[in-house]
C-alpha cells in the first residue's frame, strides 16, 4: 500500500473514530474513557471521587430547582440532574461567555452533535449525572442550551468559594 493510501485510511479512520464517539443532542454518552481536560469552571472527575451529591431538577417551564448552588474550591461533586419535563433537556457547565457562544450555535445548528463531561442530555422522565471537581474558585453557570431553551431563561449560577481556613 502506497504511502498516499495509507494516508487517505488513517484519515477516513480517524473521521470515522470521532464519528463513533460524538453524541447527538439526546443521545446515549458512549463508554470511552473520562476526558480529563481543565476547564475555568474545573474539571471531570471519576464517580468515586465525589464527596457529595447535589440534585437538580430540570422542567418544561425552563428552570432548574435549584437554580443556584455554593461549592468550596476542591470539591468533587456528583451532580445528579433529573428532567421532569416531556421534552429532551440538558444541563452544560461553563462560564457565562462560553454559554452564550455555545446557545448561539445550537440557534444555528440545533442538530449539532458534540460530547463532553461537563454536559448531560436527559430525555424526559429520565436522569443522568455529572461528576465535577470545581478546582477553581469564582461565579459559574449551568444552563440548559437546546435551542431555545437557554433564551427563554433554563439557566443558573455556581458559586465557587475558597476553602476556609
Not at 443556584?68 to 428532567?83: A, D, H, P, S
Amino acid at each position: 500500500m502506497g504511502i498516499e493510501n495509507r494516508r487517505w485510511l488513517l484519515a477516513a479512520l480517524l473521521s470515522l473514530g470521532a464519528l463513533g464517539s460524538a453524541q447527538a443532542h439526546g443521545g446515549e454518552k458512549h463508554a470511552g474513557p473520562l476526558r480529563k481536560e481543565q476547564k475555568a469552571w474545573g474539571i471531570a472527575a471519576e464517580p468515586r471521587a465525589a464527596g457529595r451529591t447535589v440534585r437538580f431538577v430540570m422542567s418544561d417551564d425552563m428552570r432548574f430547582t435549584p437554580d443556584r448552588l455554593e461549592v468550596r474550591r476542591g470539591e468533587t461533586l456528583r451532580i445528579v440532574v433529573k428532567n421532569e419535563g416531556a421534552m429532551l433537556h440538558e444541563f452544560v457547565l461553563g462560564t457565562k461567555a462560553e454559554l452564550d457562544e455555545h446557545a448561539a450555535l445550537m440557534l444555528k445548528f440545533p442538530n449539532m452533535e458534540h460530547d463532553e463531561p461537563y454536559m448531560a442530555h436527559v430525555p424526559a422522565g429520565q436522569q443522568a449525572q455529572i461528576v465535577w471537581t470545581f478546582n477553581r474558585a469564582g461565579e459559574f453557570d449551568f444552563a440548559c442550551l437546546i435551542a431555545g431553551h437557554y433564551q427563554a431563561g433554563m439557566v443558573g449560577k455556581i458559586i465557587v468559594k475558597e476553602k476556609q481556613r
